[in-house]
């Protein structure tokens, strides 16, 4: 299967601990997002990234929250000091340039984080 | 900026019946327009879009939205539903050159047998 991956899918962690969050892009996509969702909402948009510049950034992601896509390929997004408002869905998502333009995205499972 | 508008949170249908999902957008200028299909603990799939030319768009599994400028609207629908579509639904707006999609709130779609 080629398409985008995350890992972990769940993770637990309790308040004031840092957790990292992966994502692997489906390999010809020089476009990678990232988005939370909590319960009941949609996703909500707050990085992305073209081959390893990170582009824009929402005001949703704090100064706690830092993404990085070293090489263009994979991306992490790490949280430090976490808090229990972090939890929810990380949510990665892929997608060409050409196809990026027209909104066309391509979204991973996502990781589940719990903070106790 | 674009927004979504989906009425109503939860929507449940008989199997068989007619489901109805509504959408409403924000946007002032030309919009690309998408239905996501979420089942729990999952990430999004993609069941329709609508980018440009006809403005009714067929989608996976049986789903398909008619693009209405006049209405700003967006809404899915599908003849007779399923059991395997009791999922979340979400409608999301995004425009050209923009970075990210807009999302609505998202239905939760119930099939009763």
């Known amino acids: 299967d080629t398409g985008v991956s995350q890992n972990p899918r769940h993770k637990i962690t309790k308040r004031g601990q840092n957790v990292t969050f992966r994502c692997d892009p489906i390999?010809?996509?020089?476009?990678l997002y990232w988005y939370r969702q909590t319960l009941g909402q949609g996703p909500e948009f707050l990085t992305y990234?073209?081959?390893?510049?990170?582009?824009?950034k929402s005001r949703l992601l704090s100064d706690r929250f830092s993404a990085e896509r070293p090489k263009g390929s994979f991306s992490t997004l790490e949280i430090q000091r976490t808090e229990q408002g972090d939890s929810a869905m990380y949510l990665c998502?892929?997608?060409?340039?050409?196809?990026?333009?027209?909104?066309?995205?391509?979204f991973g499972p996502g990781t589940r984080l719990t903070v106790l | 900026a674009q927004s979504v508008t989906q009425l109503g949170s939860h929507v449940s249908v008989s199997e068989g019946a007619l489901v109805l999902l509504r959408c409403n957008y924000s946007?002032?200028?030309?919009?690309?327009l998408f239905w996501y299909v979420q089942y729990p603990n999952q990430g999004l799939q993609l069941l329709l879009k609508?980018?440009?030319?006809?403005?009714l768009v067929k989608g996976i599994n049986g789903f398909e939205a008619e693009f209405k400028k006049s209405e700003t609207s967006f809404h899915l629908t599908k003849p007779s539903a399923h059991m395997s579509d009791a999922a979340e639904y979400f409608c999301?707006?995004?425009?050209?050159?923009?970075?990210?999609?807009?999302f609505g709130t998202g239905t939760r779609l119930t099939v009763i047998p």
């Open positions: 946007s002032s200028v030309p919009p690309y």
């Open positions: 609508y980018t440009t030319g006809a403005t």
């Open positions: 999301a707006v995004s425009v050209w050159g923009a970075n990210n999609l807009f």
């Open positions: 390999s010809e996509h020089n476009r």
């Open positions: 998502a892929s997608s060409l340039e050409s196809l990026a333009g027209r909104g066309e995205q391509f």
């Open positions: 990234f073209q081959n390893e510049a990170q582009l824009e």
